[in-house]
């Protein structure tokens, strides 16, 4: 090397960049709407501004670097005990933090693709290798063929349930049945970012299943249905061992003071939540259905948007919505992720859409 410049690692330096959500390019005449990072679209809830502004004059102190009280609420919401609650700055730095704890070089991480994109980012920053196992035709995880990839190196396996871009599940039966068929070494990984847009009766029992297993951590996150994104707050359940490793490699202070009491006002107002969310479930149906009446064949979504596999005519369509005002995640050769928000949004996604089929 004898370029005179700073030696970075190369494998640092050849990571793709994360593709965040566009915002929508303005056209001239229309109102735009942002639909492409599965942010809530709702106002936050009064409650939740009074809470960040009654924090604000304590912004010249440091946060609680343990977040005592937001654990506890955390604790008494879902009946988990305070030691196995960790925080990071939003879910997708736990991704990151477990990662670290359990995998370096030569080592394996496995996880369906397509899936949450920070995955293959956090695996490369561990130096570890990534394992992508393609999803299963009706774009769910293939959970046999994730099973069939572990090797001995495996140290990290990730279940994203509903997929971040897809909208799938996995039962609760075939992850419970996935859990128990792993070696206890390994650790498996909920993610469980949309798991409030699921109904109940759909949902796995994480909680039991972490409690059963010392090898699962269950990620949650205040960034969708609790409608903090910008504030950075997701939460992990797993037993003391992991929750500790989980906490060691948090970045210091990470989870501020106004995301804190944010986080602890969005949980006493859960129920006003919950009706909000009603309200997604609602209008992602109309989507859905408005979508399969003009020709289009989208799977079912369990998250608060709606997966198109478009293949080649991905572009074509990605720009047409461009042009209406509507910012949505493109994944090129593959397919848009459109959240579903305001009907206004909506309505224009299925406007947009009829011309296409
Ligand atoms: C949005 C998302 C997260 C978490 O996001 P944070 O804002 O970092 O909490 C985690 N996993 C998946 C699959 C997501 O889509």
Request: hydrophobic fraction near 45%.
């Amino acid at each position: 090397m004898a370029d005179n410049i700073p030696r970075l690692r190369a494998d640092i330096e050849s990571i793709a960049d994360y593709k965040a959500g566009a915002r929508p390019k303005p056209v001239h005449g229309v109102t735009t709407f942002k639909v492409s990072s599965n942010e809530s679209h709702h106002d936050p809830l009064p409650s939740v501004t009074a809470a960040i502004t009654q924090a604000l004059p304590e912004i010249n102190r440091y946060p609680d670097p343990s977040s005592a009280d937001l654990v506890a609420a955390i604790s008494q919401q879902f009946s988990v005990p305070a030691e196995h609650i960790s925080l990071g700055t939003g879910s997708v730095a736990l991704c990151g933090q477990i990662i670290q704890s359990a995998a370096g070089p030569g080592d394996e991480v496995i996880y369906a693709w397509r899936s949450f994109e920070a995955y293959p980012i956090w695996t490369q920053i561990a130096g570890a290798t990534s394992v992508q196992v393609p999803l299963a035709a009706d774009e769910s995880h293939d959970l046999d063929a994730m099973k069939a990839a572990i090797t001995n190196r495996t140290r990290v396996i990730f279940i994203c349930s509903p997929n971040n871009p897809t909208g799938q599940i996995s039962s609760a039966q075939d992850i419970a049945k996935f859990i128990k068929s792993v070696s206890p070494e390994i650790l498996i990984v909920l993610d469980e970012a949309y798991i409030e847009y699921l109904p109940d009766e759909l949902r796995s029992d994480s909680v039991g299943l972490y409690r059963e297993h010392p090898n699962v951590v269950v990620l949650r996150t205040f960034s969708k249905a609790y409608g903090l994104a910008g504030l950075r707050v997701g939460y992990a359940f797993a037993q003391e061992r992991i929750s500790a490793a989980l906490r060691k490699t948090a970045l210091p202070f990470g989870v501020s003071t106004l995301a804190q009491v944010a986080s602890i006002a969005a949980l006493k107002a859960e129920a006003e939540l919950m009706e909000r969310v009603k309200f997604v479930q609602q209008e992602r149906a109309r989507v859905l259905a408005a979508l399969r009446a003009q020709g289009w064949t989208p799977e079912e979504s369990y998250a608060n948007f709606v997966w198109l596999r478009l293949n080649e005519k991905t572009a074509h369509v990605y720009e047409s919505l461009e042009q209406a005002g509507l910012s949505v995640r493109p994944f090129p050769n593959e397919g848009l992720r459109i959240t579903v928000a305001e009907p206004e949004a909506n309505d224009r996604v299925i406007d947009v859409l009829s011309g296409l089929v």
